[in-house]
């Protein structure tokens, strides 16, 4: 099933008489990947997974080396620069200009970090080992290397065994309330009418993005009945964490995902299978939701009292709505008060992990709103180089989407790449307002070297 999960996504179609290799050809696994490919994709995959948590079956102090040094960190500054290292290999991603937004912010946020580290009189190398996930977007490089590398299916086969069991363990984290995962919280929510539920923060080892991947390949290939299996599994831990910007997300993307390919096709055969395909997930969807999640009828009830709530926050302007409201305010009170051009540097009380109280507060104010938080801590500068990139992506996803020939799993994150983007600048409950984040675009990273990919292969046939 595992092999059958990146063979599904394979082109076939490339079949050209040409002496280079068609782009097809980069998606198929090679009968033989060499070992310094295996191990790029492993600590990629280490990566993830120590960051993501270790499922509970290793203690995860024992990742830590030094303080807030871990095993990841070292991983990351490795492959990032063995990847520069081995630029040679991809000369053409590298310097592609689909890539020069990316860089640029990359650039930046050195210039804050140093910034920072002497404005604030701060250790410039507990603040370096603080500021993970603003490195992270670093991995776009190793990303690059691994896709000219063919390694792409690799790492999907080696990373869906542990998306099985995360997604797993965290429904029974969402139904009993105790954690079966590391680095979750878990606090119990009092809902409209008395219901209170368990909320679970904390994410799945990539659950949504196989959960996606299969509805893609039904639509796009051919629809396989036991796959539902897996789909509903990936599906579940997201209604069960209540979270409504989650439930709008996916909707959306499934949606985008079906009106871009029956536009493609311009076929009604095809309108009315991928009608059938919905039909049957959200059947199946239904009666395993009822069947084997225990209390269903509750929970089905307090998921209505969710939808219900945010209608309300957002009607008084109270709950979620209206705290995000006032750190929209204050967030622009700082910026204005501030550097307008810089910001007010990457304050050391933006962490990845708050240890005060103090910290709690800044670090929750900031991140509960996108744009606002930008803004304020990078300044106009900061801000506009991050408005170019969610615009330029945005046209750019269009143009790659309408013009592509093969249907394979590169345009899958790009469809991916361009619902977030889409998601994040006008729907999203949180206010994004930009993909790029106060921490960067670390959840993109992955996207960008896709859609780099298809963006260089496609530029020697059309204009972009």
């Known amino acids: 099933m595992v092999v059958r999960l990146a063979n599904n996504f394979r082109v076939t179609a490339g079949n050209k008489n040409n002496n280079k290799p068609s782009f097809g050809d ?42 807030n040094m871990r095993v990841s960190d070292f991983l990351l500054y490795g492959l990032t620069v063995y990847s520069l290292f081995n630029v040679k290999e991809f000369p053409n991603l590298y310097h592609s200009r689909a890539l020069l937004i990316p860089k640029m912010l990359l650039v930046y946020f050195l210039f804050q970090y140093i ?17 993970k996930n603003l490195w992270l977007c670093f991995l776009v490089f190793p990303f690059l290397l691994l896709i000219k590398r063919r390694g792409l299916g690799y790492l999907i086969k080696i990373m869906l ?52 991947g299969f509805i893609y390949q039904w639509v796009t290939k051919r629809f396989r009945f036991y ?56 059947s199946a969807l239904a009666y395993s939701f009822s069947i084997f ?19 309300d926050d957002y009607k008084f302007k109270e709950g979620t709505y209206g705290t995000r409201l006032a750190n929209i305010e204050a967030l622009l009170f700082l ?4 550097n307008i051009f810089i910001g007010i540097g ?48 945005v046209i750019t996803s269009v143009v790659i989407l309408k013009r592509s020939v093969y249907n394979d799993l590169l345009i899958f994150f790009v469809l991916i790449f361009l619902s977030r983007l889409f998601f994040d600048s006008v729907i999203n409950y949180s206010y994004t307002g930009l ?30």
């Open 115 to 131: 910034i920072s580290s002497i404005k604030y009189d701060y250790n410039a190398i507990e603040l370096f080992f603080r500021l």
């Open 26 to 67: 980069i998606l198929i696994e090679k009968n033989y990947l060499t070992l310094n490919t295996k191990l790029l994709a492993w600590g990629i995959f280490l990566i993830f997974f120590i960051e993501n948590g270790t499922l509970g079956l290793i203690p995860k102090q024992f990742y830590f080396v030094y303080r």
């Open 293 to 311: 999640i225990p209390q269903s009828d509750f929970l089905v009830e307090a998921i209505e009292a969710r939808v219900s709530q945010g209608q």
């Open 346 to 393: 990457m304050h050391p009380l933006w962490v990845l992990k708050p240890e005060t109280v103090q910290e709690s507060i800044y670090a929750w104010g900031f991140s509960d709103v996108g744009w606002a938080s930008v803004l304020t801590a990078y300044g106009l500068i900061g801000f506009i180089i991050a408005l170019l990139f969610q615009v330029y992506y």
């Open 435 to 464: 993909t790029v984040g106060l921490m960067g675009f670390f959840n993109s990273a992955f996207y960008i070297a896709a859609f780099v990919y298809k963006y260089e292969n496609m530029e020697s046939k059309y204009e972009l």
């Open 227 to 282: 796959q539902l299996i897996l789909v509903i599994l990936f599906i579940i831990p997201h209604i069960l964490a209540f979270g409504r910007a989650a439930w709008l997300y996916f909707v959306i993307t499934i949606i985008m995902i079906l009106v871009w390919y029956a536009l493609k096709k311009k076929e009604f055969r095809l309108a009315f299978r991928q009608i059938v395909i919905v039909t049957v997930l959200v």
């Open 161 to 212: 065994p542990v998306a099985i069991i995360s997604n797993f363990l965290y429904i029974l984290s969402a139904l009993t309330g105790i954690a079966f995962l590391p680095d979750i919280g878990i606090s119990e929510q009092s809902l409209p009418g008395g219901l209170k539920v368990f909320r679970v923060y904390g994410g799945t080892f990539y659950g949504e993005l196989f959960f996606l």
């Open 335 to 338: 910026w204005q008060n501030g």
